[in-house]
């Protein structure tokens, strides 16, 4: 069974059309990469998936559950977590204490909060040294992290990620998708939504959308290696950008 379903999704700002019978899943353990130029419909596509914005019709189905009618405090209980972009850490708080906030709001007992901050240092070794500073200070990629990590202290069973590599150097885009890679293999379902071709190479399940239509699925190696090109041309990465940081076997 699939972890997330979604199916013929359509979903309007206002009186504007943005998605167009959006279809795909996504399975336990897997990281998938859903590509797209500014404007394509990712950011609208997790939004219906987590609740935030009302769909018209189609259907997102959750572990065999249609969603339809929950909220998104349902939804965030039952397991569906969202990384927005922008990563709105909580720039006067330390690391620690944004951690403790996240627990806090997802619901997370006193006793069970150790544990799992604990775990976020251990993905996160840089928050780990870094736990007392504050949030403010810290560098994108490592700010990134901790959004990711406030994510994950609700213990979710769906990660979605908005842009996570945006503003990124390639190296901390390079540890911030080894950790997505990492989190999948400890069989948590990641969805991360990318202007960045560079992400493909991560990831098991690719989507490419175009104008709010899903226009190809493969594998992400498959879909970089064969319109290479063309995915760079569209999407405005730079070669020097791939070539400038490490290859996922060095992580």
């Given at each position: 069974?699939?972890?997330?379903?979604?199916?013929?999704?359509?979903?309007?700002?206002?009186?504007?059309?943005?998605?167009?019978?959006?279809?795909?899943?996504?399975?336990?353990?897997?990281?998938?990469?859903?590509?797209?130029?500014?404007g394509a419909g990712k950011s609208t596509t997790l939004g219906a998936i987590v609740g935030l914005i009302a769909r018209r019709s189609g259907r997102v189905f959750f572990e065999g559950q249609d969603t339809s009618g929950r909220s998104v405090r349902d939804n965030v209980k039952r397991g569906i977590c969202l990384v927005p972009e922008g990563r709105r850490v909580f720039p006067d708080?330390?690391?620690?204490?944004?951690?403790?906030?996240?627990?806090?709001?997802g619901g997370r007992r006193k006793t069970d909060g150790p544990v799992g901050i604990k775990q976020m240092y251990e993905i996160f070794a840089r928050l780990g040294e870094r736990r007392k500073q504050l949030a403010g200070t810290l560098s994108g990629?490592?700010?990134?992290?901790?959004?990711?990590?406030?994510?994950?202290?609700?213990?979710?069973?769906?990660?979605?990620?908005?842009?996570?590599?945006?503003?990124?150097?390639?190296?901390?885009?390079?540890?911030?998708?080894?950790?997505?890679?990492?989190?999948?293999?400890?069989?948590?379902?990641?969805?991360?939504v990318e202007q960045n071709a560079?992400?493909?190479?991560?990831?098991d399940t690719a989507f490419v959308l175009e104008q709010g239509s899903i226009t190809r699925s493969a594998r992400g190696d498959q879909i970089l290696g064969v319109r290479k090109s063309a995915v760079e041309a569209y999407l405005g990465t730079g070669k020097e950008n791939l070539d400038?940081?490490?290859?996922?076997?060095?992580?």
């Open positions: 069974m699939s972890v997330l379903e979604v199916e013929d999704l359509k979903a309007w700002y206002g009186d504007i059309q943005v998605l167009f019978d959006v279809h795909f899943r996504i399975e336990q353990g897997e990281l998938a990469v859903m590509i797209g130029a500014n708080l330390s690391v620690e204490h944004n951690l403790e906030v996240a627990q806090w709001a990629g490592e700010q990134q992290m901790l959004a990711i990590a406030r994510a994950l202290v609700a213990r979710p069973k769906l990660l979605l990620v908005d842009e996570c590599s945006m503003g990124l150097s390639p190296i901390a885009a390079h540890e911030v998708l080894i950790a997505l890679k990492r989190l999948a293999t400890d069989g948590i379902a990641v969805l991360a560079e992400a493909l190479e991560y990831a400038a940081r490490p290859r996922p076997a060095d992580g």
